[in-house]
Antibody, heavy 123, light 107 residues
Framework: QITLKESGPALVKPTQTLTLTCSFS??????????VGWVRQPPGKALEWLAV???????RYSPSLRSRLTITKDTSNSQVVLTMTNMDPVDTATYYC???????????????WGQGILVTVSS | DIQLTQSPSFLSASLGDRVTITCRAS??????LAWYQQKPGKAPNLLIY???TLQSGVPSRFSGSGSGTEFTLTISSLQPEDFATYYC?????????FGGGTKLDIK
Protein backbone atom coordinates (compact mmCIF):
# COMPACT_ATOMS: atom_id res chain seq x y z
CA GLN A 1 0.00 0.00 0.00
CA ILE A 2 1.48 3.29 -1.12
CA THR A 3 1.11 6.29 1.16
CA LEU A 4 2.67 9.75 1.15
CA LYS A 5 2.52 12.53 3.70
CA GLU A 6 3.78 16.08 3.56
CA SER A 7 5.27 17.88 6.53
CA GLY A 8 6.69 21.31 7.14
CA PRO A 9 5.78 24.72 8.51
CA ALA A 10 2.24 26.01 8.22
CA LEU A 11 3.43 29.61 8.28
CA VAL A 12 6.50 31.24 6.78
CA LYS A 13 7.48 34.88 6.52
CA PRO A 14 8.13 36.67 3.25
CA THR A 15 11.70 36.19 1.95
CA GLN A 16 12.17 33.04 4.05
CA THR A 17 12.98 29.64 2.61
CA LEU A 18 10.32 26.93 2.76
CA THR A 19 11.40 23.35 3.33
CA LEU A 20 8.81 20.61 2.84
CA THR A 21 9.33 16.91 3.41
CA CYS A 22 7.41 14.13 1.72
CA SER A 23 7.60 10.90 3.72
CA PHE A 24 6.40 7.85 1.88
CA SER A 25 5.93 4.11 2.23
CA UNK A 26 5.01 1.23 -0.01
CA UNK A 27 7.67 1.89 -2.62
CA UNK A 28 11.36 2.72 -2.92
CA UNK A 29 12.98 5.57 -4.77
CA UNK A 30 15.83 3.26 -5.61
CA UNK A 31 13.56 1.16 -7.85
CA UNK A 32 13.73 1.81 -11.58
CA UNK A 33 11.08 4.13 -13.04
CA UNK A 34 9.90 5.42 -9.65
CA UNK A 35 9.37 9.14 -9.24
CA VAL A 36 7.92 11.59 -6.72
CA GLY A 37 6.54 14.96 -7.71
CA TRP A 38 5.27 18.12 -6.04
CA VAL A 39 2.14 20.05 -6.99
CA ARG A 40 0.65 23.11 -5.32
CA GLN A 41 -2.76 24.74 -5.28
CA PRO A 42 -3.43 28.29 -4.09
CA PRO A 43 -6.75 28.65 -2.28
CA GLY A 44 -9.60 28.47 -4.77
CA LYS A 45 -7.27 28.13 -7.74
CA ALA A 46 -6.00 25.46 -10.09
CA LEU A 47 -3.25 22.89 -9.61
CA GLU A 48 0.29 23.92 -10.48
CA TRP A 49 3.05 21.38 -11.16
CA LEU A 50 6.32 22.25 -9.40
CA ALA A 51 8.96 19.54 -9.66
CA VAL A 52 9.72 15.83 -9.88
CA UNK A 53 12.63 13.59 -8.93
CA UNK A 54 13.24 10.08 -10.24
CA UNK A 55 14.96 6.96 -9.01
CA UNK A 56 18.10 7.84 -11.00
CA UNK A 57 18.26 11.34 -9.43
CA UNK A 58 16.97 13.00 -12.59
CA UNK A 59 15.26 16.22 -11.50
CA ARG A 60 12.87 18.47 -13.41
CA TYR A 61 11.41 21.81 -12.42
CA SER A 62 8.71 24.23 -13.43
CA PRO A 63 10.45 26.80 -15.65
CA SER A 64 8.74 29.70 -13.90
CA LEU A 65 10.01 28.58 -10.47
CA ARG A 66 13.24 26.84 -11.40
CA SER A 67 15.50 29.43 -9.82
CA ARG A 68 13.75 29.08 -6.46
CA LEU A 69 13.21 25.31 -6.23
CA THR A 70 15.41 22.42 -5.19
CA ILE A 71 14.23 18.83 -4.96
CA THR A 72 16.27 16.09 -3.32
CA LYS A 73 15.74 12.53 -2.20
CA ASP A 74 16.79 10.52 0.83
CA THR A 75 16.28 6.98 -0.35
CA SER A 76 17.28 5.29 2.86
CA ASN A 77 14.70 7.28 4.84
CA SER A 78 12.01 7.19 2.12
CA GLN A 79 11.76 10.95 1.89
CA VAL A 80 11.76 13.64 -0.74
CA VAL A 81 12.50 17.24 0.22
CA LEU A 82 11.42 20.34 -1.67
CA THR A 83 12.89 23.73 -0.85
CA MET A 84 11.57 27.00 -2.18
CA THR A 85 13.50 30.18 -1.56
CA ASN A 86 12.38 33.77 -1.23
CA MET A 87 8.80 32.99 -0.29
CA ASP A 88 6.10 35.55 -1.10
CA PRO A 89 2.43 35.82 -0.13
CA VAL A 90 1.49 34.64 -3.63
CA ASP A 91 3.14 31.30 -2.73
CA THR A 92 0.41 30.66 -0.18
CA ALA A 93 -1.01 27.30 -1.22
CA THR A 94 -1.63 23.70 -0.35
CA TYR A 95 1.44 21.73 -1.35
CA TYR A 96 1.06 18.09 -2.37
CA CYS A 97 3.58 15.36 -3.04
CA UNK A 98 2.59 12.45 -5.26
CA UNK A 99 3.87 9.16 -6.66
CA UNK A 100 4.48 8.82 -10.38
CA UNK A 101 2.33 6.09 -11.94
CA UNK A 102 4.94 3.52 -12.93
CA UNK A 103 2.72 1.78 -15.50
CA UNK A 104 1.57 4.92 -17.27
CA UNK A 105 3.45 6.03 -20.38
CA UNK A 106 5.31 9.28 -20.14
CA UNK A 107 6.83 10.99 -17.14
CA UNK A 108 3.91 12.54 -15.38
CA UNK A 109 0.67 10.81 -14.30
CA UNK A 110 0.39 10.82 -10.50
CA UNK A 111 -1.51 7.94 -8.97
CA UNK A 112 -1.02 8.33 -5.23
CA TRP A 113 -1.11 11.68 -3.45
CA GLY A 114 -0.44 12.94 0.03
CA GLN A 115 -3.13 14.78 1.93
CA GLY A 116 -1.44 18.11 1.29
CA ILE A 117 -0.10 20.78 3.61
CA LEU A 118 -1.36 24.35 3.65
CA VAL A 119 1.50 26.84 3.76
CA THR A 120 0.66 30.47 4.43
CA VAL A 121 3.16 33.20 3.67
CA SER A 122 2.61 36.22 5.86
CA SER A 123 4.55 38.56 8.06
CA ASP B 1 5.39 25.89 -23.03
CA ILE B 2 2.28 23.96 -24.00
CA GLN B 3 -0.92 25.42 -22.59
CA LEU B 4 -3.99 23.36 -21.68
CA THR B 5 -7.41 24.97 -21.95
CA GLN B 6 -10.37 23.25 -20.36
CA SER B 7 -13.96 23.96 -21.31
CA PRO B 8 -16.30 24.71 -19.86
CA SER B 9 -14.86 26.20 -16.68
CA PHE B 10 -18.16 25.62 -14.91
CA LEU B 11 -20.83 23.06 -15.64
CA SER B 12 -24.18 22.50 -14.00
CA ALA B 13 -25.81 19.14 -14.53
CA SER B 14 -28.36 16.80 -13.01
CA LEU B 15 -28.10 13.32 -11.63
CA GLY B 16 -28.11 10.80 -14.44
CA ASP B 17 -26.92 13.30 -17.06
CA ARG B 18 -24.15 12.52 -19.51
CA VAL B 19 -21.47 15.22 -19.38
CA THR B 20 -18.38 15.92 -21.42
CA ILE B 21 -15.39 18.07 -20.50
CA THR B 22 -12.88 19.14 -23.12
CA CYS B 23 -9.16 19.79 -22.78
CA ARG B 24 -7.36 21.47 -25.67
CA ALA B 25 -3.58 21.62 -25.92
CA SER B 26 -1.69 24.37 -27.72
CA UNK B 27 0.56 21.71 -29.28
CA UNK B 28 0.15 18.01 -29.92
CA UNK B 29 0.50 15.63 -26.98
CA UNK B 30 -0.03 12.37 -28.86
CA UNK B 31 -2.02 10.52 -26.18
CA UNK B 32 -0.04 11.72 -23.19
CA LEU B 33 -2.86 13.20 -21.15
CA ALA B 34 -4.25 12.44 -17.71
CA TRP B 35 -7.50 13.41 -15.98
CA TYR B 36 -8.03 13.97 -12.27
CA GLN B 37 -11.02 14.53 -10.02
CA GLN B 38 -10.71 16.74 -6.95
CA LYS B 39 -13.25 17.20 -4.21
CA PRO B 40 -13.14 20.15 -1.78
CA GLY B 41 -10.40 19.82 0.79
CA LYS B 42 -9.04 16.63 -0.76
CA ALA B 43 -6.09 15.70 -2.93
CA PRO B 44 -6.68 15.05 -6.63
CA ASN B 45 -7.57 11.51 -7.67
CA LEU B 46 -6.27 10.05 -10.94
CA LEU B 47 -9.13 8.95 -13.19
CA ILE B 48 -7.63 8.43 -16.63
CA TYR B 49 -4.11 8.21 -18.05
CA UNK B 50 -2.80 7.80 -21.58
CA UNK B 51 -5.91 9.70 -22.71
CA UNK B 52 -8.28 6.75 -22.36
CA THR B 53 -6.95 4.20 -19.87
CA LEU B 54 -9.12 3.96 -16.78
CA GLN B 55 -7.15 3.98 -13.56
CA SER B 56 -7.73 0.94 -11.36
CA GLY B 57 -10.76 1.34 -9.11
CA VAL B 58 -12.35 4.15 -11.12
CA PRO B 59 -15.98 3.49 -12.10
CA SER B 60 -16.61 2.60 -15.71
CA ARG B 61 -19.00 5.54 -16.17
CA PHE B 62 -15.84 7.62 -16.61
CA SER B 63 -14.16 7.50 -19.99
CA GLY B 64 -11.54 9.47 -21.86
CA SER B 65 -10.83 9.96 -25.52
CA GLY B 66 -8.80 12.04 -27.90
CA SER B 67 -5.28 12.50 -29.12
CA GLY B 68 -3.06 15.25 -30.38
CA THR B 69 -4.56 18.55 -29.26
CA GLU B 70 -8.15 17.69 -28.26
CA PHE B 71 -9.23 15.41 -25.46
CA THR B 72 -12.49 14.70 -23.70
CA LEU B 73 -13.55 13.28 -20.37
CA THR B 74 -17.06 11.85 -20.34
CA ILE B 75 -19.19 10.79 -17.40
CA SER B 76 -21.98 8.64 -18.77
CA SER B 77 -24.50 8.99 -15.95
CA LEU B 78 -23.78 11.47 -13.16
CA GLN B 79 -23.80 10.15 -9.64
CA PRO B 80 -23.91 12.30 -6.47
CA GLU B 81 -20.24 11.64 -5.76
CA ASP B 82 -19.18 12.96 -9.19
CA PHE B 83 -19.83 16.60 -8.36
CA ALA B 84 -16.27 17.89 -8.11
CA THR B 85 -13.60 19.75 -10.04
CA TYR B 86 -11.82 18.00 -12.90
CA TYR B 87 -8.34 18.73 -14.22
CA CYS B 88 -6.40 17.56 -17.24
CA UNK B 89 -2.60 17.29 -17.21
CA UNK B 90 -0.08 16.87 -19.98
CA UNK B 91 2.18 13.94 -19.19
CA UNK B 92 4.35 13.86 -22.28
CA UNK B 93 7.14 16.16 -21.30
CA UNK B 94 8.09 19.00 -19.00
CA UNK B 95 6.63 21.11 -17.54
CA UNK B 96 3.80 18.73 -16.62
CA UNK B 97 1.17 21.44 -16.87
CA PHE B 98 -2.39 21.18 -15.58
CA GLY B 99 -5.44 22.69 -17.17
CA GLY B 100 -7.41 25.39 -15.41
CA GLY B 101 -10.08 23.01 -14.15
CA THR B 102 -13.79 22.39 -14.71
CA LYS B 103 -16.11 22.68 -11.75
CA LEU B 104 -19.10 20.40 -12.03
CA ASP B 105 -22.00 21.17 -9.77
CA ILE B 106 -25.57 20.16 -9.29
CA LYS B 107 -28.23 21.91 -11.33
Amino acid sequence: QITLKESGPALVKPTQTLTLTCSFSGFSLSTSEVGVGWVRQPPGKALEWLAVIYWNDDKRYSPSLRSRLTITKDTSNSQVVLTMTNMDPVDTATYYCAHRHAAAPGPGALDYWGQGILVTVSS
Amino acid sequence: DIQLTQSPSFLSASLGDRVTITCRASQGLNRYLAWYQQKPGKAPNLLIYAASTLQSGVPSRFSGSGSGTEFTLTISSLQPEDFATYYCQRVDSYPLTFGGGTKLDIK
